[in-house]
């Protein structure tokens, strides 16, 4: 089956500055690569997808890109502010838009520092 | 919408105990999802159905976890007999192929 490997697991940042995540993945069947952020005691929300037949998604500071033939996929995050600290999941399924399950990373701690 | 209804928002249950979590789709939404999240694992799959049939049940960690779909608008997770290791957080999330919903999870405590 699918494995997702997330990184960094925690992520300190200057408030306003870049943040970056990466994550790859094993099943090269997998087609959609969605991103959630997830704030304490909260259920994970998703911030922003990509397909495979797009290798970059904008939207305002959030930012993804895809490399199909590496399998990894990136989040970015620019002009971070405090309200950007929490917990980031990325995730893979194959049909993608709710059809199959999801397999997440770890996580990746945001820390954003005043 | 009201979202993803999910009940109890927290349950703390005695070892041997049965454990039933309960969870509401959004109406119209034709798949619905389990997930477990714990530290050592994040999160993980668990089951899913679509049109109230299970469609893969593989992330289901032992005969112990039971899930059901009577309807389109009830799922429930049984666990029978807890242990202190199904301590976690449990997530339903309901899709309509554009994209999934989680609902606020039933943080469960076996002690």
């Known amino acids: 089956g699918e494995n997702v490997e997330q990184h960094p697991s925690t992520l300190s940042v200057q408030e306003g500055d870049s943040a970056v995540i990466k994550c790859t993945y094993s099943?090269?069947?997998?087609?959609?690569f969605p991103w959630y952020k997830q704030e304490l005691g909260k259920r994970p929300q998703l911030i922003i997808d990509?397909?495979?037949?797009?290798g970059e998604k904008k939207d305002q500071r959030i930012a993804v890109t895809l490399n199909k033939t590496a399998k990894h996929f990136s989040l970015h995050i620019t002009e971070t502010q405090p309200e950007d600290s929490a917990v980031y999941f990325c995730?893979?399924?194959?049909?993608?838009?709710?059809?199959?399950?999801?397999?997440f990373g770890k996580g990746t701690h945001l820390i954003i520092q005043p | 919408d009201a979202g993803v209804i999910q009940s109890p928002r927290h349950e703390v249950t005695e070892m041997g105990q049965e454990v039933t979590l309960r969870c509401k789709p959004i109406s119209g939404h034709d798949y619905l999802f389990w997930y477990r999240q714990t530290m050592m694992r994040g999160l993980e799959l668990l089951i899913y159905f679509n049109n109230n049939v299970p469609i893969d049940d593989s992330g289901m960690p032992e005969d112990r976890f039971s899930a059901k779909m009577p309807n389109a608008s009830f799922s429930t997770l049984k666990i029978q007999p807890s242990e202190p290791r199904d301590s976690a957080v449990y997530f339903c999330?309901?899709?309509?192929?554009?994209?999934?919903?989680f609902g606020s999870g039933t943080r469960l405590t076996v002690v």
């Open positions: 995730a893979a399924s194959i049909l993608g838009g709710g059809a199959d399950g999801l397999t």
């Open positions: 990509i397909r495979s037949n797009v």
């Open positions: 099943d090269s069947a997998s087609n959609y």
């Open positions: 999330a309901s899709s309509q192929v554009r994209g999934y919903t």
